[in-house]
C-alpha cells in the first residue's frame, strides 16, 4: 500500500473523522482514540470510522497517559479537533508538536487558529453558510439553503488529508516536520467553484438559481435543469455548441423512435441553435414537448439512452439508484465486510492503485489489541 | 517560483487536460512549492479558459478568463501539438523530467497518444500518475463525457438539496470535481510518499463520481443499515431545531442552530424573551419541531431587525453557534478569512490584479502561498522548455520552427 508503516493517532470529531479514513485508505494504520461510551451506531460514524481501529480511552483520565506516549512515540501523524476555545489538554497541537518532533500534528477547527472568529462555534450549517456555499443553494427569492448530507466536516476532512499528507513529504524529504492547521470555513471556498471570481474580477454578485440555469440567453430567458419523470427527476439542459448539438439531436431522435410529440423541437436545426440568443417564449416552446415525453420515462431508461446516444444529462439519483447502478457494481465500489455489526456494506476505498482497489481493513469499531501501544514503542509487531 | 523554501520544493508535475478536476490538484500542489507545468495546446485550449465567464472587464480573452485563471495560479503555462510526433516527443521528455503527471481527459486518449502509464513507467519506474474522469477508466460506463455539474446529480447531491415538496436544486458549477480533485490529491501525496521511499511508482485511476459518494457516505450507510433513503429536507437537521437560515437587515441571512433546551433558552434570552423556552410549544425539541412555523417567525422577527453580523456576535457571545450567509461578495470582506488571508492578489499580465484563492489548510513552519498569476497560454514555453528541460538553443528553435509548441 501507498502509505505502508505509516501511523495515525485520530482523536478527531466530526471535523476529522474523513480524514482519518482517507489516510486508511492509503495505506496508513489509523488508531482513532475515542472516549468509553463513544456512541458507534450512527451511520455517519460508521460510514467515517471504518478501516481504523478503535482504542477506547478517556482523553481527560491520567491514567491514559501511558498509553498515548506509546502511541505518539512511534506514530507519524496526529489528528486532533479541539474545541472552540479549547487549549491545552493530552492532544494540545503545539505542546504535541515541541514533544515530538517527528510527528506531525493536524488541528482541525470550524474557523482556523487565528483571526477575530476562531473560537467562534459552529457545526455544519454554519460552516457551509461561512464558507458560502448555502448563499448559492435554493430558490433565487428564497431562503439559503445547505445539502441535507452534511458538507462542510468532508471538505474539512479533504482538507486536512491534503495537509498532513503534505507534511509529511516533506519530513520525509528534509527531516523537519511541521505542524498542519486547517479550517473548515476556507475548506468549504473550494465548492463554489469560480463564482467568488464574478465578484472580484467585475463586481457581478453570482447568487442561487434555485432549479433552472440563467444567466444563458442575452434575453433574460431562464432554462429548466430538473425535469420531473416517471419516478423522480432528471437532469437535462438544452445547451448550444458542439455537445448540445448531439445532445438535442439524439433527444429528438430518441423521442421520434418512441413516437412521441415533437412541436418545435422537429424544425430546429440544431448546429444553428444559439441558447444565448432564445427568449423566454422560444425557450418555453422547446421545452413543452421534452417535458411530456421525460415524464413518461424512468431514470434507469433515462441513464442508459443517454450513455448509449452519448446525451449530457444523469437522473437525479437516490442512494436506492447509486446503490444499484451496474458502473458502481462493476468497479466494486462498495464493500461487504464482517465486523461487529455482520455482513456491514460500506462505501470501499475511493481510488483504484495499479487496477486494483485495495480492499477496507477493519469494519467500522474494530477495537486495537490492548497491548499494541507498547509493543509500537518497542519496535515490534504486535 | 517561490524563493522561500515550501514543503513540496523539488516536486514536479505535468498535467494534461483542463476545466476543473485535473488543474485543482495540480494548484494545490503548486501552492506548496511544486513546479508545476499545465500543457495545452493553441488548437485546444484549456476549455475553461473560453468556455465560461467571468472575463476581466467583461472582456473575453483567451488570457482574460477567471474560470481558468483561478484554478491554475502558481503553475507554468506550456503549449505542446500532441497531433504532432515531435509533439508526443517533446511530452515524454517533459514526462521524464516529472515525478507526476496529472490527466483529465476521457479514458484511452493518453494511451491513443502514447502517453498511457505503461508506456511512461516503462523507463520510469517512479512516475506516479493521477487518471481523473467522470466514472473511472473501466466499467460499462467508463467512456461517458460529461461535466460536474450534472454528475453532482446522479451522485445524489442536487436530490438532497432544496425544500421536502419542490424539485431538486442546483449547486454552483461541477461540485463534485473538487471533491475529486481534493482527494485525489490526497492519493496523490501518498503515492510520492511511497515513490520516494522506495522507488515504485503508482497509477491512480479515480472516478469522480465514486469520490463523490466519499461525501454522501453517512446516508449510503444509513440506507445499507435500514434501508431508508435520505431527501432533501431544506435545512432541517434531525436533533437540532431550530435549525436553519433567518433573514436579516439589508437582504442579509443568518444561520443559527440550538442542539439542547439549553442552546434554546439562550436563544430566547438573547432575543430578550427568556420565558419562551418554558413555553409547553416550544420547551423541548420535539415540540419546537411541532410548532416550526411559529418558531420561525419568532427567530425571524428578532433577525429581521439587525445585520447578520450583529446578531451572529450576539448569539455567539451566548454560546449559540451562527454565522451570516456570506455571499460572493462578502467572501472578500469576511473578517475570518480575511485573518487567514483566503484571497491573494497578484498581478496577471493580461487580466491585471485578481485575487487567488488559498487552499483551506497551511502548514504552520513552512506556509504555502500564491507564488504566481495563472500562465497565459503558452506563456512559459521558454522558460519550460530551455531553463527546466535544458533544451539547447538550436533543438528549442527547431520545435519551434516545426510548430511543436502549437
Known amino acids: 500500500m501507498l502509505l505502508t508503516d505509516v501511523l495515525v493517532i485520530d482523536t478527531t470529531n466530526r471535523f476529522g473523522w474523513l480524514a482519518g479514513r482517507i489516510l486508511a485508505d492509503l495505506g496508513a494504520d489509523v488508531v482513532k482514540i475515542d472516549p468509553p461510551g463513544t456512541d458507534r451506531s450512527k451511520p455517519e460514524w460508521r460510514a ?113 488529508a491534503m495537509g498532513a499528507l503534505t507534511a509529511l513529504l516533506q519530513r520525509d524529504a528534509t527531516g523537519r516536520s511541521d505542524l498542519v492547521e486547517v479550517s473548515a470555513q476556507s475548506s468549504v471556498v473550494i465548492a463554489l467553484s ?189 | 517560483m517561490s524563493g522561500v523554501p515550501q514543503a513540496l520544493d523539488g516536486v514536479n508535475v505535468v498535467e494534461f487536460g483542463g476545466y476543473a478536476a485535473g488543474p485543482h490538484a495540480g494548484k494545490v500542489l503548486a501552492n506548496f512549492g511544486a513546479k508545476v507545468v499545465h500543457v495545452e495546446s493553441r488548437d485546444r485550449p484549456d476549455g475553461f479558459r473560453l468556455q465560461y465567464p467571468p472575463f476581466a472587464g467583461n472582456r473575453p480573452g483567451i488570457n482574460r478568463g477567471g474560470c481558468f485563471s483561478i484554478f491554475n495560479d502558481s503553475k507554468y503555462g506550456v503549449t505542446i501539438d500532441l497531433k504532432k510526433a515531435e509533439g508526443i516527443e517533446l511530452a515524454r521528455r517533459l514526462i521524464r523530467w516529472s515525478d507526476l503527471v496529472i490527466e483529465n481527459m476521457r479514458p484511452g486518449v493518453m494511451e491513443r497518444l502514447g502517453l498511457g502509464y505503461e508506456a511512461l513507467s516503462a523507463d520510469q519506474p517512479g512516475l506516479v500518475m493521477l487518471s481523473t474522469c467522470n466514472m473511472g477508466q473501466t466499467g460499462p460506463r467508463a467512456d461517458t463525457p460529461g461535466f460536474g455539474s450534472q454528475l453532482s446529480a446522479l451522485a445524489g447531491f442536487c436530490g438532497m438539496t432544496g425544500q421536502p415538496d419542490g424539485p431538486p436544486m442546483l449547486l454552483y458549477g461541477p461540485y463534485i470535481d473538487y471533491v475529486a480533485s481534493t482527494l485525489g490529491t490526497s492519493a496523490i501525496l501518498a503515492a510520492l510518499v511511497r515513490s520516494r521511499r522506495s522507488g515504485k511508482g503508482a497509477y491512480l485511476d479515480l472516478s469522480q463520481y465514486e469520490a463523490g459518494l466519499m461525501f454522501m457516505g453517512g446516508a449510503l450507510q444509513d440506507y445499507f443499515a435500514t434501508g431508508r433513503e435520505t431527501d432533501r429536507c431544506a435545512n432541517d437537521d434531525p436533533d437540532a431545531v431550530p435549525h436553519g437560515a433567518y433573514p436579516c437587515r439589508d437582504e442579509e441571512w443568518i444561520a443559527l442552530s440550538c442542539w439542547s433546551d439549553r442552546d434554546f433558552a439562550s436563544l430566547a434570552a438573547v432575543m430578550g424573551n427568556p420565558k ?30 439587525r445585520t447578520a453580523d450583529a446578531a451572529a456576535e450576539a448569539l455567539q457571545a451566548a454560546g449559540i453557534a451562527a454565522y451570516p450567509v456570506v455571499s460572493m461578495a462578502g467572501l472578500f470582506s469576511d473578517p475570518q478569512l480575511a485573518a487567514r488571508k483566503q484571497w491573494r492578489v497578484r498581478r496577471h499580465p493580461e487580466m491585471g490584479d485578481q485575487a487567488y484563492s488559498f487552499p483551506g489548510f497551511d502548514l504552520t513552519e513552512t506556509p504555502g502561498d500564491i507564488v504566481g498569476p495563472a500562465p497565459c497560454l503558452g506563456g512559459d514555453n521558454e522558460f519550460v522548455f530551455r531553463d527546466l528541460l535544458g533544451l539547447a538553443d538550436a533543438e528549442f528553435e527547431a520545435y519551434k520552427d516545426r510548430g511543436v509548441f502549437g
Open chain 1, 48 to 160: 467515517f470510522n471504518v478501516n481504523k481501529r478503535v482504542l477506547d480511552a478517556d482523553p481527560s483520565d491520567a491514567a491514559n497517559a501511558s498509553v498515548f506516549g506509546d502511541l505518539l512515540a512511534k506514530a507519524d501523524i496526529c489528528l486532533v479537533t479541539p474545541a472552540p476555545g479549547e487549549r491545552g489538554g493530552p492532544f494540545d497541537p503545539d505542546a504535541l508538536h515541541k514533544a515530538y518532533p517527528r510527528l506531525v500534528m493536524v488541528v482541525i477547527t470550524p474557523f482556523g487558529r487565528e483571526g477575530p472568529r476562531r473560537d467562534w462555534r459552529a457545526t455544519d450549517l454554519e460552516v457551509m453558510a461561512a464558507g458560502g456555499a448555502m448563499s448559492m443553494a435554493g430558490e433565487p427569492d428564497g431562503v439559503p439553503l445547505r445539502i441535507s448530507e452534511p458538507q462542510s466536516y468532508s471538505w474539512a476532512g479533504t482538507h486536512a
Open chain 1, 194 to 382: 469560480h463564482a467568488p471570481a464574478f465578484f472580484d474580477l467585475n463586481g457581478d454578485k453570482p447568487t442561487r438559481a434555485g432549479a433552472f440555469m440563467t444567466g444563458r440567453s442575452i434575453k433574460g430567458a431562464r432554462y429548466r435543469v430538473f425535469w420531473p419523470c416517471r419516478d423522480g427527476w432528471l437532469n437535462f439542459i438544452f445547451y448550444g455548441g458542439v455537445a448540445g448539438r448531439r445532445t438535442n439531436e439524439q433527444l429528438v431522435a430518441w423521442m421520434r423512435e418512441r413516437g412521441a410529440e415533437l412541436g418545435i423541437l422537429a424544425t430546429i436545426d440544431w448546429a444553428r441553435f444559439d441558447p444565448t440568443k432564445a427568449d423566454q417564449t422560444e425557450v418555453d416552446a422547446l421545452e413543452t414537448p421534452a417535458m411530456k415525453f421525460f415524464a413518461g420515462i424512468t431514470k434507469r431508461e433515462y441513464l442508459i439512452e443517454a450513455h448509449k446516444r452519448e446525451m449530457l444529462g444523469y437522473p437525479v439519483s437516490t442512494v436506492g439508484d447509486i446503490v444499484t447502478d451496474p458502473q458502481i457494481e462493476a468497479r466494486g465500489f462498495f464493500q461487504k465486510m464482517a465486523g461487529s455489526n455482520p455482513g456491514e456494506t460500506y462505501c470501499g476505498n475511493f481510488v483504484l492503485i495499479d487496477g486494483e482497489r485495495p480492499p477496507l481493513r477493519y469494519a467500522a469499531g474494530t477495537p486495537l489489541a490492548d497491548d499494541e501501544p507498547k509493543l509500537l514503542r518497542a519496535g515490534r509487531q504486535p
Open chain 2, 276 to 305: 419562551l423556552a418554558a413555553e409547553k410549544d416550544f420547551a423541548t425539541a420535539a415540540a419546537r419541531r411541532r410548532h416550526k412555523q411559529p418558531l420561525d417567525e419568532i427567530v425571524s422577527a428578532w433577525t429581521r431587525s
